[in-house]
């Protein structure tokens, strides 16, 4: 049975529900603070848009305090997560520094890269594009790597795999 739900800004919680539904892969999102301290945050907002050029994008909440430091950074690196890496990505939900014990190096831009994801995007900022209370961030994809394992997973609000059949 499908429930109808009113998408009025009065039952966003309904609204996030059913956006839940849509299981995506996690991401973390790689720059550098103001202070040229590696940054980072999980992210599941991410698409790919265009093969030539090639570009990404992914979309911050206005609402994060690491907002600003991901819409002023000219660079920044996409993680594609593997399944066997949630503690990874729960670090980065709750600290912007959480790369203790993580294994990462740094590209030619001084960006933070993490040797072992699933995939990893590395991009220029392409453009921004205010979408209400996000902002969609377009990367150019200037180098790319691809691992290997599974993708790390989420839907209604948690994680999971992905099985083949």
């Known amino acids: 049975?499908?429930?109808?739900?009113d998408t009025s800004p009065s039952d966003g919680r309904a609204?996030?529900?059913a956006f839940g539904r849509f299981a995506t892969g996690v991401t973390v999102i790689t720059t550098?603070?103001?202070?040229?301290?590696?940054?980072?945050?999980?992210?599941?907002?991410?698409?790919?848009?265009?093969?030539?050029?090639?570009?990404?994008?992914w979309s911050p909440a206005k609402g994060s305090g690491r907002h600003r430091v991901f819409t002023q950074a000219?660079?920044?690196?996409v993680h594609v997560m593997?399944?066997?890496?949630?503690?990874i990505c729960d670090g980065f939900v709750k600290d912007a520094y959480a790369f203790d014990g993580v294994v990462f190096g740094s590209n030619e831009h001084g960006v933070p890269v993490l040797e072992e994801a699933l995939?990893?995007?590395?991009?220029?900022?392409?453009?921004?594009?205010?979408?209400?209370?996000?902002?969609?961030?377009?990367?150019?994809?200037q180098r790319c790597a691809i691992g290997d394992g599974a993708p790390l997973t989420f839907f209604a609000g948690a994680y999971g795999g992905f099985a083949t059949q």
């Open 1 to 5: 049975m499908v429930s109808m739900i």
């Open 15 to 17: 609204l996030r529900t």
């Open 32 to 57: 550098l603070d103001d202070d040229g301290k590696p940054f980072g945050i999980t992210a599941n907002s991410f698409a790919s848009v265009s093969l030539d050029p090639p570009l990404l994008l």
């Open 74 to 77: 000219r660079h920044f690196a």
């Open 82 to 87: 593997r399944d066997d890496q949630r503690a």
């Open 119 to 141: 995939a990893r995007f590395e991009c220029r900022r392409f453009g921004l594009t205010d979408a209400g209370d996000h902002t969609l961030v377009l990367g150019e994809v």
